[in-house]
């Protein structure tokens, strides 16, 4: 079974700093991940998918990805954050269930941007 | 281009009352269809998907129950409510078909039960 582990439930960080979130997965077959954000009290947006057709994946609102085979990682970046920025960040990972393509979510991280 | 729909955006209810949550897809046919629950600090659980009209798989079996009466149709259904059904529901759908493929979410339903 696929899972994915995000590192830290909460990271905080300055204007302008570089976000960095970090998720590790696990899994028995070649994974197609995720990076979602969401806002409060709203649903889930895509920010990035990997799907093996390159391992840096650049994504909405500068944000990017990289997968790495070798240390299971696919960690969200950010040269620079904004205040907008200010949301939670779920990692996640497609496997079959029963035959049917499903996404396995990990717990999310904050992101706290601080003027 | 496809949209979702649900409703309603936050939802209080006692405990031991029924419960029904909607979620309608526009713009595709046929398309997978999930729900999840979010609690704080515990990330989404899958609770129920769906590849099909009355076509339905459940995750974690619990005091809840979906149906999928249309084909762009998805109800999250409870009889009694229990105070730990609280939480936050999200409906998603994906494109049928396709493997790996990522899901598109509604906007949520803030249930909190008292």
């Known amino acids: 079974a696929q899972s994915v582990t995000q590192l830290g439930s909460h990271v905080s960080v300055s204007e302008g700093a570089l976000v960095l979130l970090r998720c590790n997965y696990s899994?028995?077959?070649?994974?197609?991940l995720f990076w979602y954000v969401q806002y409060p009290n709203q649903g889930l947006q895509l920010l990035l998918k990997?799907?093996?057709?390159?391992?840096l994946v650049k994504g909405i609102n500068g944000f990017e990805a990289e997968f790495k085979k070798s240390e299971t990682s696919f960690h969200l970046t950010k040269p620079s954050a904004h205040m907008s920025d200010a949301a939670e960040y779920f990692c996640?990972?497609?496997?079959?269930?029963?035959?049917?393509?499903?996404?396995?979510f990990g717990k999310g991280t904050m992101l706290l941007v601080s003027p | 281009s496809q949209t979702i729909h649900q409703w309603p955006a936050t939802l209080v209810q006692p405990v031991g009352s029924p419960l029904s949550l909607e979620c309608t897809v526009e713009?595709?046919?046929?398309?997978?269809l999930y729900w999840y629950r979010q609690a704080a600090g515990r990330g989404l659980q899958l609770l129920f998907y769906?590849?099909?009209?009355?076509?339905i798989s459940s995750e974690v079996p619990q005091n809840l129950s979906a149906s999928r009466p249309q084909d762009r149709q998805f109800i999250l259904s409870s009889k009694k409510l229990l105070l730990s059904d609280s939480g936050f529901y999200l409906c998603?759908?994906?494109?049928?078909?396709?493997?790996?493929?990522?899901?598109?979410f509604g906007q949520g339903t803030r249930l909190t039960v008292v």
């Open positions: 998603a759908w994906s494109v049928p078909g396709f493997v790996n493929t990522e899901a598109f």
């Open positions: 899994s028995s077959v070649p994974p197609y």
């Open positions: 990997y799907t093996s057709a390159a391992t």
């Open positions: 996640a990972v497609s496997g079959m269930n029963s035959g049917y393509s499903t996404l396995t």
């Open positions: 713009g595709t046919s046929n398309p997978n």
């Open positions: 769906s590849v099909g009209i009355g076509q």
